[in-house]
């Protein structure tokens, strides 16, 4: 089944302590997307990958890292969790940006608590 | 700045009734514009509008573009309790490596 897969779903988590949430896509697309979600603000870009070993800056980017390695992972990682840092996390997939005619596939999404 | 502006930001509406949602942009360079429905989990696909003046439609949705005003509606006739969620706009912009920007979303709530 193409699908984009995230772990964990549900995380709670103290400050400061880091932590990685895994997003893993078996479609072979080449973009790849993370996005926070919080009441009021909508979807949030935090970082974007093009392909493997390009990655990019999104509207939110303060406070994590991305890597693409492999063309199918696009791990979220958080160094030193703050408060600030609870919310939804999206990870999505689309086969191309370069020509941008492509819908994005959503992950399941990844519930953060950090306490 | 680029931005997407959805309005309203919530709607509450009678099983039956026809509702309208509307969606804004200015962006640079404008590739196409995508619609979600997200209820109380990953937002899923509804349409892709590439170009101005052609409708799509599924079932008793259908949306529109007009990319001389720069906005975009959606349509939901003979809305029932299941489209009750929220329903975001975004857009594919940028040069070549474009990227993709949300609009805050449309709460729906259909009441029976």
């Known amino acids: 089944e193409a699908q984009v897969t995230q772990n964990p779903r549900y995380l709670i988590t103290v400050t400061g302590k880091k932590l990685t949430v895994t997003c893993s896509q078996n479609?072979?697309?080449?973009?790849m997307s993370w996005y926070r979600q919080d009441p009021g603000l909508g979807l949030r870009q935090i970082y974007y990958?093009?392909?493997?070993?390009?990655?990019d800056k999104g509207d939110v980017p303060e406070g994590y890292k991305v890597s693409r390695k492999e063309k199918r992972n696009f791990p979220l990682i958080l160094e030193s969790p703050s408060p600030n840092q609870t919310s939804l996390y999206f990870c999505?997939?689309?086969?191309?940006?370069?020509?941008?005619?492509?819908?994005?596939?959503f992950g399941p999404g990844t519930r953060l608590t950090v306490l | 700045e680029d931005k997407v502006v959805q309005s309203p930001l919530s709607l509450v509406v009678h099983e039956g009734d026809t509702v309208t949602l509307n969606c804004s942009y200015e962006?640079?360079?404008?590739?196409?514009l995508l619609w979600y429905k997200q209820e109380k989990k990953a937002p899923t696909f509804l349409f892709m509008l590439?170009?101005?003046?052609i409708e799509k439609k599924s079932g008793r949705l259908s949306s529109i573009l007009d990319k001389k005003e720069l906005f975009s509606i959606l349509n939901i006739t003979a809305t029932q309790t299941g489209d009750s969620a929220i329903y975001l706009c975004?857009?594919?912009?940028?040069?070549?490596?474009?990227?993709?920007?949300f609009g805050k979303g449309t709460k729906l709530s259909v009441k029976p």
């Open positions: 590439t170009s101005s003046g």
């Open positions: 999505a997939s689309s086969l191309s940006a370069t020509g941008a005619y492509y819908e994005q596939f």
């Open positions: 975004a857009v594919w912009h940028g040069g070549s490596q474009g990227n993709l920007i």
């Open positions: 479609m072979n697309h080449e973009y």
């Open positions: 962006v640079t360079n404008f590739r196409s």
């Open positions: 990958s093009m392909n493997v070993e390009v990655t």
